[in-house]
């Protein structure tokens, strides 16, 4: 008699698979994530109502790229979320993230266990005003 052990389900995430030579399309895959740093976010997530609607991480316990929806009070809004995992982000931090969001052309969030430099934080309220945001976990 085989001995059963008891399944235990993992966490999933929406996380944005690679492209293929034969495939030119994003596709969107439902797969247990084992991130300490993600499990954080999603924590924040969601004691704030933000619903995370795709990811991708792109290196281990230390940056993922999201597409969030965060409700306000006209309605949802979609953003962009870099989120990276240091105790200062600075000034290319925020323009990596405001540079990531334009291409997709929503607003921009930076968010970080850490603080901003005190360049990085004039760049945001002059250079990048209402584009991008910084949102301390």
């Given at each position: 008699p085989e001995i059963q052990k008891p399944s235990i389900?993992?966490?999933?995430?929406p996380v944005v698979q690679e492209n293929t030579a034969k495939d030119t399309k994003l596709k969107l895959q439902l797969v247990p994530v084992?991130?300490?740093?993600?499990k954080k976010i999603?924590?924040?997530?969601?004691?704030?109502?933000?619903?995370?609607?795709s990811a991708?991480?792109?290196?281990?316990?230390?940056?993922?790229?999201?597409?969030?929806?965060?409700p306000s009070q006209i309605g949802e809004t979609i953003y962009f979320c870099s989120a990276k995992?240091?105790?200062?982000?600075?000034?290319s931090d925020v323009a990596i993230a405001f540079g990531k969001g334009a291409v997709e052309r929503i607003p921009?969030?930076?968010?970080?266990p850490g603080e901003l430099t005190?360049?990085?934080l004039s760049e945001i309220n002059?250079?990048?005003?209402n584009q991008i945001s910084f949102v301390k976990i």
């Open positions: 389900e993992k966490p999933v995430a084992e991130d300490a740093f993600y999603e924590e924040f997530c969601s004691k704030k109502n933000i619903t995370i609607v991708k991480i792109i290196k281990k316990n230390s940056e993922i790229d999201m597409r969030l929806i965060v995992n240091k105790k200062k982000c600075s000034e921009a969030i930076l968010m970080s005190k360049k990085a002059t250079i990048y005003k």
